[in-house]
């Protein structure tokens, strides 16, 4: 955990807040004033009219794509990778009163911007960006470890809302925040979350006057359970999925996320959360300790936190890059899958014309299944599966296939860590790509 100290929230006039933990300035934030703004940076559309397309449904996970533009491989990120607790009271203890100190984490939020530079500019073969068309959430994955030690039933939260009317307003830094930054305004989309609830599992809302949050309380059991231990590669992983009811989001717009831990048990200050079931959360610190995290001008995608002392932001959770100090926790490992008419495979020739093709099941734990079929024969058939950074994991030579001849190819996923992959059906050099979740 990196030095903070936090200036809160209070319409134009902020005030210094001092936490239990070594703390250093944390700034507080301006409202944007679009009025103020002349100009933003560019979002040019997706171009390239030899590409077809068909509907369909996208995974996308934010630190795929910071990877790529920071050229980051995977076993960077591994190593730069941290669990973290979450829980709804600062005065429960992650260790012994004299080995640590009280829970910081109450609840964590992700916004996600999929038209994004970032995004736009590191789209693997396998998908396109959204553009501007409406689209659904379908689910959404978080990657955490549960440890379940009493009966106690808990419950995860998860929330989702979309930009638009009053919701996810823009905020902004400037002096030295920004420049950690090597500019001269460092913008956010803010999270709300109900003060109301702050001391009792927060999670967020939305707005007066903005569209209906959609919320998801979802009873952990044993299935969820995990083992783990702190240290490298040391610990058991797994996405939870929640269902988000196709929840609708209007064109242009952004969609945000929380996920909170609420304990089916009573505790008292001062407990240690050993003795307790517990969550935890990993996040990724993607350029290693002492750093920033990348920031990229009109990229909206950000993680947050709502701290064990937010009161001084009021009601929003806190941005990853509000630090002054390098922060931890940076990117959460969050999976959103989503579907738009503009969705799905891509290819640059016909092949999606001469196949029929269904994978299975996606997410994936144990086997992918590939059924397909061909219009037309051909002579040979290749499928391959390929890390976030390109590197090939799998790789199935399926040989002559008949036209008309339905295949059945199994490939086993159960010995990858957790992640999304890239598959690759190749038909006599055309190629046909699309996202899988193995967890």
Known sequence: MKKILFIGLTALIGFNASAQYKQQMLAGPQKLDNAKIKSFPSKEGFKNSNKKTRGGSIYLNYIEFVAAQEGILQATLDANSSLYYCFPDSNVR????????????????????????????????????????????????????????????????????HSGAANMPVYYFTGATATNYGTDTVRFASQDYNPALFNNAPYQVNVAGAPAAYTVKRPLTNADSNNYTMGANSYNLKYLGFSANAFNVPANEKVSVSFTFKPGYTWIAGDTIGSFNKWLFLSYEPNGDNTFMPYYAGDYNMSSNVYKDSTGWEALYVPTLAWTAPYSPEIHDIVWKLTCNTCGFVNTNDLSENMDITVSPNPASDNLNFNFSLNNTAKNVTISLTNLVGQQVKNIQVGAVSANNAQNINMSVSDLPTGLYIYTIQVDGEKLSNKVLVK
């Open 94 to 161: 992650y260790n012994p009163p004299n080995q640590g100190y009280g829970m910081q984490y109450k609840s964590i939020g992700q916004v996600l911007d999929p038209n994004a530079n970032v995004i736009k500019n590191n789209t693997p073969s396998g998908e396109i960006f959204i553009g501007n068309n409406t689209y659904t959430v379908d689910s959404i994955f978080v990657l955490g470890s549960y440890a379940k030690v009493s009966a106690a039933v808990d419950t995860l939260i998860m929330s989702v809302v």
